[in-house]
T-cell receptor, first 113, second 115 residues
Framework: LAKTTQPISMDSYEGQEVNITCSHN???????ITWYQQFPSQGPRFIIQ???TKVTNEVASLFIPADRKSSTLSLPRVSLSDTAVYYC??????????????FGTGTRLQVTL | EPEVTQTPSHQVTQMGQEVILRCVPI?????FYWYRQILGQKVEFLVS????????KSEIFDDQFSVERPDGSNFTLKIRSTKLEDSAMYFC?????????????FGPGTRLTVT
């Protein structure tokens, strides 16, 4: 599994766009980049996954440069309810069998008024 | 929206006792997982389960732990002879398939307190 590095914490005001960058210099050819969100005392929640370029869904966008050595999770117009820990995971899911998730310490995002 | 459910939400037990944590995965999912999170620490993988057998287990998942899918809906984690250090949030998760997706659906967790 590729080692990931992301900021320990970030602060934002409500309504701003938040970009959380994750470094993964040793990403392998078959690896995907996946982001999860975890609220206090709750289970992690899948946000988005991508392999290259840009992926967008109703919650976030994921930007992956051509070299894939980093990625940026973009949360548009955050609200207080986006206060959570965000995890960047890099790995190659196993085809045809279960794929364990390996979580790091994540980025603690604090949104205030 | 379908969701993973877990019971109980909080379990208090004495050291040395056995506990069973229960999970009902999403009905059409084929892959099942247990993770745990000690307070203030990372989410740690314990075990994955597919086709009625363990696919992978971590070093944490020693002989003290076992998993079972006793019927078509429940997925259980048994911890024999609990220790103080077993106190943690235990999360069950499920996924539709392995494939190229890391999308797993997590339950709300069971908080286990060993005294």
């Amino acid at each position: 599994l590729a080692k990931t590095t992301q900021p320990i914490s970030m602060d934002s005001y409500e309504g701003q766009e938040v970009n959380i960058t994750c470094s993964h210099n040793n990403i392998a050819t078959n690896d995907y980049i996946t982001w999860y969100q975890q609220f206090p005392s709750q289970g992690p929640r899948f946000i988005i996954q991508g392999y290259k370029t840009k992926v967008t869904n109703e919650v976030a966008s994921l930007f992956i440069p051509a070299d894939r050595k980093s990625s940026t999770l973009s949360l548009p117009r955050v609200s207080l309810s986006d206060t959570a820990v965000y995890y960047c995971l890099v790995g190659a899911p196993n085809t045809g069998t279960a794929s364990k998730l390996t979580f790091g310490t994540g980025t603690r995002l604090q949104v205030t008024l | 929206e379908p969701e993973v459910t877990q019971t109980p939400s909080h379990q208090v037990t004495q050291m040395g006792q056995e506990v069973i944590l229960r999970c009902v995965p999403i009905s059409n999912h084929l892959y099942f997982y247990w993770y745990r999170q000690i307070l203030g620490q990372k989410v740690e993988f314990l075990v994955s389960f597919y086709n009625n057998e363990i696919s992978e287990k971590s070093e944490i998942f020693d002989d003290q732990f076992s998993v079972e899918r006793p019927d078509g809906s429940n997925f259980t984690l048994k911890i024999r002879s609990t220790k103080l250090e077993d106190s943690a949030m235990y999360f069950c998760a499920s996924s539709v398939s392995g494939g190229t997706s890391y999308e797993q659906y997590f339950g709300p967790g069971t908080r286990l307190t060993v005294t």
